[in-house]
């Protein structure tokens, strides 16, 4: 597993029990997505990881990475990153309405709060200026000592990442309007630059003076002239960039929020991998019959082929039809995903189709499972409820009063395996009854059915339990499992962005069986994907 996510010790390395085996089905993230990034003054490419609440320092020659600010530090949800001249390093907490400086001794202080949805900041200097990333955003210069922060320009729609121009503007996009923008740092009325982008996060000078943008939704790295306000693309690579930066001499590294992949962007557009696209979580977990692996992984909806191999992520956060922050997924014969969010929504999600959804304003819905009759069941976590909704969106309560049931197995007979994570047990419901089958957990979160044989995924304890139906006995097939925070890390719960991914964004680590016997299990500390096989 890779140090930067998930520290590994010889106490903490998963194993299974004898009898079982255990490999790696896809590897480890190195980091917990990647937003936005700045060269410190040692050299360093730095990059803050919302998802994950750290900061990383990334050699970028080798990529190899320090963590700088830990995941369960006083820093919740960083997004952007600036230094000052006496290297004080000032960092936006998008989810927490606030901004923190990191002082060169690693003291931690706020310097600003009760500015929604922080996102971009950029230095001049000693100055400090910030943007809010939500419709009505504001830029604003803020001041180390704490004062009250200067709006500089207002009423703006989902302004980003922004840098000080050579003339003295603030440069910045207003995402949601495909434009770049700039205004006067003193202030004055805001005058757009240019348009037509496909969702620009971003907007920086070179060394040069050029001004350049990422867009999200297409992938591409546009410089714009600021004398004839033409456009030209310099590199074109996966949709989902977050951010970028350059060194002093002119080298460009961009950031993908999606993925988490950070590369190096060379003079004829191609890519030089510093740290490889991975997962953000994984959170749900199924398999199609054909051994395909969905993953429902924040941003996107993630499809591997059997061998490992990504195939797609054919829905991102960028595109106009995905359905939110994707919590849970189940997949039907034809290939529709059935995907829980953030937002409470269960919706039906083919390639191709326009996005259906069956039921909204949940109370935090995690686990989904598709019954015998093609309807969904799904875990109301929030509500303590598990519900089956129909194709046609008609909701019918199967069980009220659980204690945060998270994963959920549905079963030939129309009845369901459910665990109740704050109860520390999986119950079975049928025809309205509760009735418990396996106690004593810590947190069970992900359930898998081979046979006659239940497989709980026990996010606390980190352990893997299987239990055959038919004699009630249990057997622990594997622990150690890199799920949940390393072992010593209380992290921080996610508030989540109104109107964007509403919160809290709870953990899911969840399981899924193979038509081959294999359970696959969500590793989320480490970013992988697990699977256990008995000998």
Known sequence: MNPGRYPISATTTARATPGWSLNTALAPSALFGANGMKFGPDGQLYVAQAFGSQISALNPETGAARTIVPVGSAVVAPDDLAFDTHGVLYITEVMSERVSARLPDGTLRV???????????????????????????????????????????????LPNALAMGPDGHLYFPQVANGEIWRVAAEGGLPERVTAGLALPTAAKFSPRGELYTVEAASGDITRIDLQTRTKTTIAKVRPGID???????????????IDGGVAEIEADGRERILVAAGLLGPFGLATGADGTLYIADGMSLAVHKADGSLAARPALLVNHDFPGFARGVAVDAAGACYLTTSA??????????????????????????????????????????????????????????LASPVGVVALPDGSCFVSESAAGRVVHVQGGNVTPVLAGLREPHGLAQLGDTLFVLDRAAKTLTQFTRSTGQTELVAEYLPVGAAPGIVPKTLPGIADVMPGPLLPFSDLAATADGRILIGADGAGAVLAVTRK
């Open 111 to 157: 310097i600003a709060d009760n500015v929604p949805v922080a996102n971009g900041i950029t230095t001049h200097g000693d100055r400090i200026f910030m943007d809010e990333f939500r419709v009505g955003g504001r830029v604003l210069e803020l001041f180390a000592d704490g004062r009250t922060p200067r709006v500089i320009a207002e009423n703006l729609r």
């Open 243 to 257: 951010n970028f930066a350059f060194t002093a001499d002119g080298r460009l590294f961009v950031s993908h929020f």
């Open 344 to 401: 409470g929504t269960v919706a039906r999600y083919l390639a191709g189709q326009e996005t259906k959804a069956l039921a909204t304003s949940l109370n935090l819905a995690t686990g989904i499972a598709l019954a015998a009759d093609g309807s969904v069941i799904v875990c109301e976590t929030g509500a303590g409820r598990v519900l089956k909704i129909s194709m046609e969106g008609k909701t019918t309560t199967l069980a009220r009063g």
